[in-house]
Nanobody
Framework: EVQLVESGGALVQAGGSLRLSCAAS????????IGWFRQAPGKEREAVSC???????RYADSVLGRFTISRDNAKNTAYLQINSLKPEDTAVYYC?????????????WGKGTLVTVSS
């Protein structure tokens, strides 16, 4: 059974930092592109950052310079380091995996972890 389990979400003050984790199982993690997405209240889900199987990274303009995506293939885990948090970063953060590329139509999705940023 494929599972993606996010953790690390919390209530934090603006300017703070968090590290989100995504633990994967049930598929060959090394071969998959991993993406982090978020959905704020009343808004559509958006892509935040992706990392390919060979480590190529890309970021949404809104998080560039503040978010860092990484992966540890030995642990089947991906991470999203979030610094300089802003109230507009408040959202449910999802990780997802795809065998080919990062898009809104990933093969597998986690259930999300809530990040709330207070001003």
């Amino acid at each position: 059974e494929v599972q993606l389990v996010e953790s690390g979400g919390a209530l934090v003050q603006a300017g703070g930092s968090l590290r989100l984790s995504c633990a994967a199982s049930g598929f060959t993690f090394d071969d998959y592109t991993i993406g982090w997405f978020r959905q704020a209240p009343g808004k559509e889900r958006e892509a935040v950052s992706c990392i390919s199987s060979d480590g190529h990274r890309r970021y949404a303009d809104s998080v560039l310079g503040r978010f860092t995506i990484s992966r540890d293939n030995a642990k089947n885990t991906a991470y999203l380091q979030i610094n300089s948090l802003k109230p507009e970063d408040t959202a449910v953060y999802y990780c997802a995996a795809d065998s080919i590329l990062c898009s809104a139509h990933m093969d597998y999705w986690g259930k999300g972890t809530l990040v709330t940023v207070s001003s």
